[in-house]
């Protein structure tokens, strides 16, 4: 059955066969218990990019293009280590990064596949730029 972002959400509750852990395990077996009996390992209480991919779907059929522009940027940076997104952000902070420090930020996120992530770290150097809001 495909997914119909207009009729299929909450993903949870109408379409629970399409939400996963980063493994494949079901949401059905996201459990309280689960986690307290270490069945299910921490890392798998995530989301995946086809969830939120799904989500942004849902966000953009509903004429939240914002939302679902967020969500598409979010399935990326699923690819990026936990310790380099909380580095992205803290270098995207007004005056903490110059324009060449952003750069870099970009090209490594494009290594990871995050490619708007990239594209966004670029744009909000130049508006940094413009604004005088570089280090």
Same mark, same amino acid.
């Given at each position: 059955?495909? $997914?119909?972002?207009?009729?299929? &959400? ?46 942004? *779907? ?30 992205? &952000? ?10 060449? *420090? ?17 594209? $966004?770290?670029? *744009?909000?150097?130049?508006? &940094?730029? *413009? ?5």
């Amino acid at each position: 059955m495909g $997914f119909d972002p207009t009729r299929d &959400y909450p993903l949870g509750t109408r379409r629970p066969d399409l939400v996963t852990t980063p493994s494949g395990t079901p949401l059905e077996r996201v459990t309280l218990e689960a986690a307290r009996d270490g069945t299910l390992a921490r890392d798998e209480l995530r989301a995946t990019p086809e969830t939120l991919l799904r989500q942004a *779907e849902v966000a953009r059929a509903a004429g939240r293009t914002q939302l679902a522009e967020n969500l598409e940027r979010a399935a990326e940076l699923t690819a990026v280590p936990d310790g380099e997104v909380l580095a992205v &952000y803290t270098a995207l902070r007004p005056g903490r990064s110059t324009g060449a *420090e952003l750069a870099q930020w970009a090209v490594r996120l494009e290594e990871h596949g995050a490619h708007r992530t990239a594209a $966004f770290v670029r *744009e909000a150097a130049a508006a &940094y730029r *413009e604004r005088g809001l570089l280090a």
